[in-house]
């Protein structure tokens, strides 16, 4: 399948009086690896489930390559969805459980097999081909489910959190093989998860959503360097975000220094609230006054040659050209 570019216009979906999501517009371009991201409730899964088509639209158009798909069955799509559940049938074999789709679309045995031995090489699955789900671990299931959904050769594969159950050392080594296929195959990934880390790894384009709306699309570095409101800054971390001149700012973390700065910086004192150790950095939250809390990561040498101690005033800094001015609430 082709793919294509994805646009979604004016997307919307309400459930009874609930807005999910509430007239979205989005260009994703074929080949983008997309991460959807924001607080529970905010509307991620309710855009991926209209794009698959698991949920009708209320309003609005999705739009695939050259065709309107909005109103069509999942099948005609050339959408696959992997779920976080995995969705296997115990009672069938890994190559089966593989090419049941193709199945349901009637194409013959051998071929089947065939497509299906094809992408159980992509994900590393070829010794498994007569296991039963029960007998694989979490993280080979995960991989029948990725490729059940790849098997049909879809333009567009989506992903509903499908790291969230596996284990911090199998997620990570999962995530790189995503990407890995994700570059391989070509196609649009587009990838809805709770983790800010995740979505900054992944994508090349991270699209942050909160109350049903897009609040800041753009690529990693866009949405950490430069984001668009304090939301974003408080919701991707390592920022502060401050009022400073009476207008909201974001300056972050790891800019702030201890000490008074030069004349290119913005001096004030602080008050100690908290040390914490994190080995190559060294946390301090500090009490600013009307600028309020302050959160300065140190590099630990840096640290080390003038520690501080609860309660103690001290000096922070940092460059004012680090100071970015953020979208008024
Ligand atoms: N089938 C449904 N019926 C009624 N309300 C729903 C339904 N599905 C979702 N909602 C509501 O729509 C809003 C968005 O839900 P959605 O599942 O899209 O959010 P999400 O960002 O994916 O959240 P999470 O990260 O918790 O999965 C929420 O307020 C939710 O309660």
Redesign the pocket.
């Known amino acids: 399948m082709a793919g294509g570019q994805l646009e979604l216009v004016k997307l919307t979906k309400r459930?009874?009086p609930?807005t999910?999501v509430d007239a979205i517009d989005l260009r994703i371009p074929q080949g983008t690896y997309c991460c959807f991201l924001?607080p529970?409730?905010?509307?991620?899964?309710?855009t991926l489930r209209m794009v698959a088509g698991h949920e009708t639209a209320s309003g609005g158009d999705i739009l695939l390559g050259n065709a309107n798909i909005t109103n069509l069955v999942p099948a005609r799509r050339g959408t696959a969805m992997m779920f976080q559940s995995y969705a296997l049938f115990p009672h069938l074999t890994v190559l089966d459980n593989i090419a049941f789709s193709l199945k349901m679309k009637g194409a013959p045995k051998a071929e089947r097999y065939a497509k299906a031995r094809q992408v159980m090489e992509l994900v590393d699955l070829g010794k498994f081909e007569t296991r039963m789900p029960a007998q694989l671990s979490g993280g080979q299931q995960q991989r029948v489910a990725l490729a059940r959904a790849l098997v049909t050769d879809p333009g567009i594969l989506l992903l509903d959190e499908p790291l969230s159950a596996l284990d911090p050392f199998l997620r990570l080594k999962v995530r790189t093989e995503l990407k890995r296929l994700q570059r391989e195959l070509g196609i649009s990934f587009l990838h809805?998860t709770?983790g800010q880390d995740e979505a900054m790894a992944l994508a090349d384009l991270v699209v942050i959503m909160k109350d049903g709306r897009i609040e800041q699309a753009g690529t990693p570095q866009d949405v950490f360097h430069r984001p668009a409101t304090a939301f974003v800054a408080r919701f991707m971390g390592g920022h502060n975000v401050l009022t400073l001149d009476g207008r909201p700012v974001t300056v972050r973390a790891d800019r702030v220094r201890l000490g008074t700065g030069g004349e290119a910086a913005r001096t004030m004192s602080g008050e100690v609230r908290g040390v914490e150790y994190g080995g190559a950095t060294v946390t301090v939250v500090m009490a600013a006054g009307e600028a309020g809390e302050i959160t300065a990561v140190i590099p630990e040498e840096d640290y080390a040659r003038a520690p501080t101690e609860l309660g103690e005033s001290r000096p922070i800094h940092w460059a004012r050209a680090d100071e970015y001015a953020l979208a008024a609430a």
């Open positions: 459930y009874g609930t999910a924001g529970s409730g905010c509307g991620k899964s309710s809805v709770h």
